[in-house]
């Protein structure tokens, strides 16, 4: 009945880290990323980028692998590659208040990827796209604002001369801002934007000039073939149109437009061929257009996107890639007369992973979805639910026997039944006034479900059913070990039984602004529950307990501040666990979870469930119909892959924070340690010496009578050194 508090800040937080997966892609194939941006510098490797995630490929776009990921409230638009080595990519990491444009830049193919730092004073600030003409000349484009709060926004263009080891602002007025900017060489270029923004500079961006576009929508993309032919496009809800110019941009006329259709990106091979990239209005299908007269007239090629489409990257009049929403991955060789790409037993987002041994598994989630695998998770077969309501917890309790429950989000409860392995599916339970989140079965006869605040349970199969316990609070997941022992959580409370379900007690109810949505017990006596707080700052907080008694007494973690919630939770024996959540989080512990190390990830998708037949072979399923598979338990993590720590894996929580924070860092051995705390100016406002120890260390610094903005926090440790920000409320 008593929570013991156990403060436990764990050092797998937001940090971005290489990835070198361990959790391979199982559906969709190649992969289910939501892309922005691609680039191939050959007809076989090439780049893509897209929400927290940079990926690679070497066989022409067949396999793809990722090469980085960053926070999970990053996203990276665009990216740009001067040949096999070199290579910038930019976007923006932004949470509640706080916006940051950032610059990543890699000199090994993307083996390793370092941040390059903008000029400081930009206190909000969004990237929207990076060009390079060479390996020393680029620029970025965006808008910034000086108001933490948002808006006014003006455009900016950034430039570099050193491959990005100094950047300087070159253009920083203007409303609004700008989304992309081409350069047919080191002095030539152009930037389009918002409000139908055109700017022109012929000496390398030493000074632009606007030019008139004649609309006032946004500019989404710009492409220019030599000095004089260029195109642009708008793209909103209300239509598209595509401008032209055959002048260099002195004049540009309207030569199409497209009422139905939300245009991305526009590309060209030469003067006369060229490629659109967007979606449907109305259907929300993927587009491709394409012209061989110079834009005068465009031509819908045929595709099978998953999705929207966002960007198109041609070598040649015939090999060509287009990136977009969920996974999409097309790829051409004659010119988009045919685009392939691989298949996906589903899209939707998928809650729930159940696997009975390492062949026979299922995955269900919105609309109905359910789909099914017998070689262990090589290939997924769609099956018929008979519903489109969403299904958010399958159980199995062998290859034939299983029940899945759903509903709406206030009702529309049901609970499916097969007796075929998922073949057919029977209803075997209905209710409108309940929506079902979890469903536990022990053995053929017995079975629990819990929605809202019912709790119901079955001796006869489902064929029956009978309400255990009935409560205000809403309940969220069920879990039996046997048919004595479950538990059930929800809004502010544990309950426990010993006699399967006849009786219900109360094992915690203390804090109101607690939900736990997740409760799993590898025995008797060693069982985890997560959830989150809410409020908690900006948004809800995760929380983990832990007991060792049956739930007798509840040690409650506190991981990440302000990262949200983790999703679920699986332990295979009493010592090894995995926990999933947002922006592709996978964690592991070997020790209970006293300490946690974050997996690699191949995705920046959230993932809702995690399911382990033993310590090797696992599965996790999420949004966008993630399903990724390991057969090692997934073992090579963040901590394994960085040596040694150059950026010390330096943060500070809570960030945003009104008085004081807490300052975390980490080195390798026992070293003097200068931390420099500076306003945007670059003046140092506060500085602090200390000897930092092996492994993870801990400050907190008292921001005292400093004035509210955005401040740098720099460490200094021997020849090394990293800054990161921080943003002071008050």
């Not at 830049?105 to 930009?122: C, H, I, K, R, V």
Request: aromatic share 14%; charged share 15%; proline share 3%.
């Amino acid at each position: 009945m008593n929570a013991i508090k156990w403060i436990c800040y764990l050092s797998f937080a937001l940090s971005p880290f290489l990835v070198n997966a361990q959790w391979e892609w199982q559906n969709p194939l190649p992969h289910g990323n939501s892309l922005s941006d691609v680039d191939f510098i050959n007809e076989y490797e090439g780049w893509a980028a897209g929400g927290q995630v940079i990926m690679h490929t070497l066989d022409g776009g067949n396999t793809w692998d990722s090469q980085y990921r960053d926070g999970m409230y990053t996203n990276i638009v665009s990216i740009c590659f001067t040949d096999s080595e070199q290579g910038w990519a930019v976007g923006t990491a932004a949470f509640y208040l706080s916006a940051e444009g950032k610059i990543w830049y890699t000199s090994d193919g993307g083996d390793n990827w370092e941040e390059q730092f903008a000029p400081a004073g930009l206190t909000k600030s969004y990237f929207k796209s990076v060009f390079f003409t060479d390996q020393d000349n680029g620029w970025v484009v965006g808008k910034f604002s000086d108001n933490l709060w948002g808006g006014p926004y003006s455009s900016i263009i950034l430039h570099t001369s050193d491959g990005g080891a100094t950047w300087q602002i070159q253009l920083d007025d203007g409303d609004d801002g700008f989304t992309d900017v081409y350069f047919t060489d080191a002095d030539n270029g152009w930037a389009v934007g918002d409000s139908g923004t055109i700017v022109h500079t012929s000496n390398g961006g030493g000074t632009w000039e606007e030019q008139v576009s004649g609309t006032d929508a946004i500019l989404r993309s710009v492409f220019f073939s030599d000095e004089n032919n260029g195109w642009t496009i708008t793209g909103d809800g209300d239509g598209s149109h595509q401008l032209y110019t055959s002048d260099g941009g002195t004049t540009w006329v309207e030569q199409n437009i497209f009422p139905d259709l939300w245009l991305t990106d526009i590309c060209f091979y030469d003067t006369d061929m060229g490629w659109i990239t967007g979606f449907d209005l109305i259907t929300g299908n993927g587009i491709i257009l394409n012209t061989i007269n110079t834009g005068v007239t465009w031509d819908i090629q045929a595709n099978e996107a998953r999705g929207s489409l966002a960007a198109a990257s041609f070598l040649n009049q015939d090999k060509g890639w287009v990136v977009g929403s969920n996974g999409s991955t097309l790829i051409t060789t004659d010119g988009g007369g045919n685009w392939e790409t691989e298949g996906y037993a589903t899209i939707k987002p998928l809650l729930d992973v159940e696997f009975t041994d390492n062949s026979n598994g299922w995955a269900v989630g919105g609309s109905g979805t359910i789909v099914k695998s017998s070689d262990g998770g090589d290939t997924w077969d769609t099956l018929s639910s008979g519903t489109d309501e969403s299904l958010k917890s399958v159980c199995f309790t062998d290859p034939l026997n299983g029940w899945i429950a759903g509903g709406g989000y206030y009702g529309a409860g049901i609970v499916l039944h097969t007796l075929d392995g998922g073949n057919t599916w029977d209803i075997a339970l209905s209710d409108s006034s309940i929506s079902f989140t979890s469903i536990f079965f022990t053995d053929l006869a017995n079975g629990w479900v819990v929605g809202n605040g019912s709790l119901l349970h079955t001796a006869d199969g489902g064929i029956n059913w009978i309400q255990q316990y009935d409560s205000i609070y809403a309940f969220k997941d069920v879990f039996f070990i046997d048919n004595e022992y479950g538990w059930v959580v929800g809004w502010n409370i544990i309950l426990s039984t010993t006699d399967g379900g006849d009786n219900w007690e109360i094992q915690y109810d203390d804090n109101d602004e607690y939900f736990f949505h997740t409760v799993y017990f590898s025995d008797t006596e060693h069982g985890w529950a997560l959830g989150y707080m809410y409020p908690c700052g900006p948004g809800p907080c995760p929380i983990t307990f832990r007991t060792t008694d049956g739930g007798n007494n509840w040690e409650e973690y506190f991981d990440i501040p302000w990262g949200g919630r983790l999703y679920d939770i699986y332990f295979i024996n009493n010592d090894t666990g995995w926990v999933v959540g947002p922006g592709g989080t996978i964690l592991r512990t070997t020790d209970a979870g006293d300490s946690w190390t974050e997996q690699s990830s191949p995705t920046g998708n959230s993932l809702q469930s995690v399911c382990f037949t033993d310590e090797e072979t696992g599965w996790i399923v999420g949004d966008n119909g993630t399903i990724l598979h390991t057969d090692n338990g997934g073992t090579v993590g963040k901590n394994d892959l960085r040596s040694p720590i150059s950026d010390f894996r330096l943060k500070n929580y809570p960030n945003p924070f009104s008085s004081s924070t807490t300052i975390e860092y980490e080195v390798e051995q026992p070293e003097n340690v200068q931390i420099s705390i500076m306003n945007q100016f670059g003046q140092v406002v506060d500085e602090i010496e200390l000897v930092g120890q092996k492994g993870i260390n801990r400050i907190n610094w008292d921001a005292g009578s400093i004035p509210a903005g955005i401040y740098l926090c720099r460490i200094i440790a021997g020849s090394r050194s990293f800054t990161a920000k921080m943003v002071l409320l008050k």
